[in-house]
């Protein structure tokens, strides 16, 4: 998923990755109670793709009630792999031409480009991390939520029984998916851990701050007197006790 953050100033391209298994069984749920994506363009370099370079993985109007099995069989998928291909600069590889270059430059270029895109996006999240994804938003953008990130643990995803087997064959579906989100979850660790340490220092920085303003405020309230000063009140006092 990817969003257009828009300032006075500047433009900020962020998005939020999920684990590539619940992200492929989510979609295939929001597929078979039938969902569609024909309004979506595929625009690269100018032009949509052709049927020949993109066919369609089923007749009709959708793909309701279509099987897991059903799903994952179909070579052109866009399921597959979606979250490197939407962050990657499909142009590097001839867009949905599968014949520009061979399959395995192809995935490396594509994976390559989803990375580095990603790494230079100024804020992504990760689904499974809701309250960290939450601490980096705001302290990238200076904005404070009026409510905490909810982690749900329970999904539409995570109400899917599958064997061991049928997991492996959508980790192997998705492979460019799987090492996106593991290179994504080590960079969300190193800025998370950044920003952490950021505010360590400056919240410190700000407690000694204000130990040094109290300490001078408490010495312009209570001045040192002098010894004559002193000396003139006891002298004082001393005449008072003689009169009285």
Known sequence: MLFLLISSRNFYYITMLRDPVSRYLSEWKHVQRGATWKTSLHMCDGRSPTPDELPTCYPGDDWSGVSLREFMDCPYNLANNRQVRMLADLSLVGCYNLTFMNESERNTILLQSAKNNL??????????????????????????????????????????????????????????????????????????????????????????EERRLQREHRGHRWPKEDGNTERAVTEDYNSQVVRW
């Open 119 to 208: 790494k230079n996006m100024a804020f992504f999240g990760l689904t499974e991390f809701q309250r960290k994804t939450q601490f980096l938003f705001e302290r990238t953008f200076n904005l404070k939520f009026i409510s905490p990130f909810t982690q749900f643990n329970i999904t539409r995803a995570s109400n899917v029984d599958i064997n061991e087997g049928a997991r492996q064959h959508i980790e192997e579906l998705n492979f460019l998916d799987v090492q996106l989100y593991e290179y994504a979850k080590d960079l969300f660790q190193q800025r998370y851990h950044h920003t952490k340490q950021l505010e360590h220092q400056r919240d410190r920085q700000k407690r000694r």
